[in-house]
């Protein structure tokens, strides 16, 4: 974990699930660092995971389709950065994977009986309602997606 | 994150502590489902402990509702924080599980 520059912080995660782990970190010593409310740190942690378990979990060669392929390989980035500026934070995140654009997914039903729910595209679901701006860009071979949340006063 | 069991008459009663993310929840689901699966007549799910839960977590959550109900058995959640509470509302699945104030709500329901 490196500083970058004031109200910065990156974090290079190798693609394995079991690194969520460190996340949690990263987003609360950022909360302490700028003194944010519990309740938006648990929507960033969230949205972190979500975005992070999908990448690794999507982003790469399936594993059952082409058993040659080690899904556990611990060259692949994902950079996560987490800036703020006044009341405006901003959350970035950026991967190497194949190219996937979460904002195109369709919204899950939530008025749904229980017969027709499933869990799928609640990740997502949360990173929209969540955060106040949500924005996709594929750059080089990589995506990008940048979020901003205004912090409530 | 840490489960402990309790019997109230015909309920199991499940207490969560901790956090579940899409880690946590590979235990969580063999945890939860073991009890689906060999037939629980009633299963309630205290989530007083629970600080925070992740679409891995509820995707368990709605797998045990669902398993229950096809079988015709109960389940139900009580005690849920805030914080919590707020991804049940907006994933939707407030208003498809049966949730309650407290523990004693959920026993007498």
């Known amino acids: 974990m490196k500083k970058r520059q004031d109200g910065e912080l990156v974090l290079r995660i190798p693609g394995d699930l079991s690194e969520i782990a460190r996340l949690p970190e990263l987003v609360d010593n950022f909360g302490a660092r700028h003194g944010l409310p519990a309740k938006l740190l648990t929507s960033l942690n969230l949205v972190l995971e979500e975005l992070v378990v999908n990448t690794v979990s999507y982003g790469y060669e399936d594993p059952a389709a082409d058993p040659g392929a080690d899904s556990g390989r611990d060259d692949r980035s994902i950079e996560i950065r987490l800036r703020r500026d006044g009341d405006l934070i901003t959350l970035q995140i950026e991967d190497d994977g194949k190219a996937f654009d979460p904002t195109a997914l369709d919204e899950p039903d939530t008025d749904a009986a229980i017969e027709e729910r499933d869990a799928g595209g609640l990740g997502i679901h949360f990173v929209r309602t969540l955060m106040d701006t949500v924005e996709y860009r594929r750059v080089g071979d990589r995506n990008r997606l940048t979020m901003t949340k205004q912090i409530d006063p | ?109």
């Open chain 2, 1 to 109: 994150m840490d489960i402990t069991e309790e019997r109230h008459g015909q309920t199991l009663v499940m207490a969560v502590n901790g956090r579940i993310d899409a880690l946590a929840a590979k235990t969580f689901e063999t945890t939860v489902l073991t009890p689906v699966q060999t037939g629980e007549a009633a299963l309630l799910l205290d989530l007083g402990g629970l600080t925070y839960i992740s679409s891995a977590g509820l995707r368990v959550i709605l797998l045990a509702a669902k398993q229950q109900k096809a079988k015709d058995a109960k389940f139900a959640l009580c005690n849920l924080r805030d914080e919590v509470r707020d991804v049940f509302e907006i994933s939707g699945f407030a208003k498809i599980l049966d949730i309650h104030p407290s523990r004693e709500a959920a026993l007498a329901a």
